[in-house]
Nanobody, 121 residues
Framework: QVQLVESGGGLVQAGGSLRLSCAVS????????MGWYRQAPGKQRELVAR???????NYADSVKGRFTISRDNAKNTVFLQLNVLKPEDTAVYYC???????????????WGQGTQVTVSS
């Protein structure tokens, strides 16, 4: 079956960095789009970054210039580099895999279990 396994979360001070990974198995990774979402306590889940099959990326305004999404098709893995972290970045981060034609405004595809990122001030 399809599995997405996130790793790399943790506790970091404001201004610090983390690198999240999401390893995918059970599906052809290279033909699917990938995204990272996050959900903070009491808030709705939000799309943070996405990357299509050709490597084109898109970011939420709140993370633009600080976060970088990338993919390694040879390793079936998508990454999210988080730099200049702020306390408001604290959330559970989830990776998502979906077919490339699916609108990012809808809840579709496969999800990982999430990884906690906590940024202290």
């Amino acid at each position: 079956q399809v599995q997405l396994v996130e790793s790399g979360g943790g506790l970091v001070q404001a201004g610090g960095s983390l690198r999240l990974s999401c390893a995918v198995s059970g599906i052809t990774f290279s033909i699917n789009a990938m995204g990272w979402y996050r959900q903070a306590p009491g808030k709705q889940r939000e799309l943070v970054a996405r990357i299509d099959t050709g490597g084109t990326t898109n970011y939420a305004d709140s993370v633009k210039g600080r976060f970088t999404i990338s993919r390694d098709n040879a390793k079936n893995t998508v990454f999210l580099q988080l730099n200049v972290l702020k306390p408001e970045d604290t959330a559970v981060y989830y990776c998502n895999l979906r077919a490339p034609y699916v609108d990012w405004a809808v809840d579709r595809g496969f999800w990982g279990q999430g990884t906690q990122v906590t940024v202290s001030s």
